[in-house]
């Protein structure tokens, strides 16, 4: 099944209550599925109501006008473009004033879902209204290819650019993902924040990463670990890096095997022993 436990993010100001509708939408000739998107701003929306409607778009396939007689540029006109019909399923629906975040799975008419990474999303205040905001989703889901970025080490920056753990945990900032990519090399990468971290998991789980290192570097896998702020700032948002996974919360620790291939995630905090299970399964009985 197409997993709904991750989706849009949405940072409405909240000044009135007018219900959002979203339009989600592939692109480039590519089915869809929603992740991570970089958090759209929002302005008037208080909470999240209505998913209303989806249209895979493809390249070349014409026409922005809509059949029902809308404006441009509304989501109905959107949805009047050609493509094939797809049906999504909401994972939340219950919202509040402040951070909204809009799990979503995308079903095809055979009730087999649309895995694919990335997907445009357009909100509105209703079908026949334009939009006021519009954002990408992005995963990289357990099979998908992972990102190949090229996070800063040891090698290239400060220790203090690299980390805020105390004392800094300088085994873990040796290698980059693009580096570990290109030498084929399986390596477990946590993105988290010891000082910063907003579940307060961050820094059990940087340990716990350490800890499982010792375990197996020798066995040729690798360990990294990638702060989530920019400057390691929290009013700067989330770095490059983040983004590029395609991530909004923290801390999330991924495995990557030599094929470079995403194995297995864990979101929040994980155990020596789970993780220590998923490095043996997944990375060294490749």
Known sequence: MARADRGVSLNPRARQATPAALLLSGFGGLPLFGGHPQPAKLAGVRRIAAL???????????????????????????????????????????????????????????????????????????????????????LPPVGAKAPASPTPTLATAPVSALTTATPPDRALLRYSIAGSLAAHRPFVVTFATPKFCTSRVCGPVVDVVDGVRRRFEQQGVRFIHVEVFQGNNPAEGYNRWMRQWGLTTEPWTFLVGRDGLIKAEYEGSVSTGELAAGVRHHLLAE
């Open 52 to 138: 209303v409607g989806l249209a895979a778009l493809f390249a070349g396939c014409g026409g922005s006008s809509s059949s029902s007689g809308s404006s441009p540029g509304t989501l109905a006109a959107l949805l009047g473009r050609p493509g094939p019909e797809v049906a999504a399923t909401a994972g939340a629906g219950s919202f509040v004033p402040g951070m909204v975040r809009f799990p979503f799975a995308v079903i095809r008419n055979d009730a087999r879902p649309v895995e694919r990474a990335i997907a445009r999303v357009w909100v509105a205040a209703g079908r026949d209204r334009k939009p006021f905001a519009e954002t990408t989703a992005r």
